[in-house]
């Protein structure tokens, strides 16, 4: 093997620590998403508590606008603020997880490296752990 290239347990390891850094790629992403929906939604909730009772409100449905009552919106508004809150809490546990993995990742390539091994480190996937 010359001195050019990487061993393939190397190569693969490597390849799973760039997917796992796309993982938070996308997670981050995610997140930005949702804090702009959130706020979107914040903001409609607020106009919408300003408006009286008996003033006329509407829906966005697809490329419509809908006539609904100011009751419907805010309940409506209310649920996608509680999924919202769920869906950041699921996001936020994802990421700690790939980072905690991403960390596992790097110190076993760093190990790896150091070790200057031609040959795959020893099998970690003992089930009995």
């Known amino acids: 093997m010359s001195s050019g290239q ?3 347990w ?3 390891q490597l390849m799973k620590l760039q997917q796992s850094q796309q993982n938070l790629q996308s997670i981050m992403t995610q997140k930005q998403h949702l804090e702009i929906e959130k706020a979107e939604t914040e903001k409609a909730l607020e106009e919408l ?3 009286g009772d008996n003033d006329a ?3 966005h449905s697809g490329t419509v606008l809908i006539k609904s009552t100011k009751k419907e919106l805010i309940d409506e508004l ?3 603020q509680e999924m919202a809150k769920t869906r950041a809490t699921v996001l936020e546990k994802q990421e700690t997880r790939v980072k905690e993995t991403l960390k596992e990742q790097e110190t ?5 490296m150091k070790s200057g091994s031609t040959s795959p480190p020893p099998s970690e996937e003992n089930p009995r752990k």
Not at 108 to 112: A, F, S
């Open 49 to 51: 508590k300003k408006a």
């Open 57 to 59: 409100v509407y829906k």
């Open 10 to 12: 190397l190569q693969e």
């Open 6 to 8: 990487m061993p393939p």
């Open 108 to 112: 076993k390539i760093t190990e790896m």
């Open 78 to 80: 209310e649920e996608k």
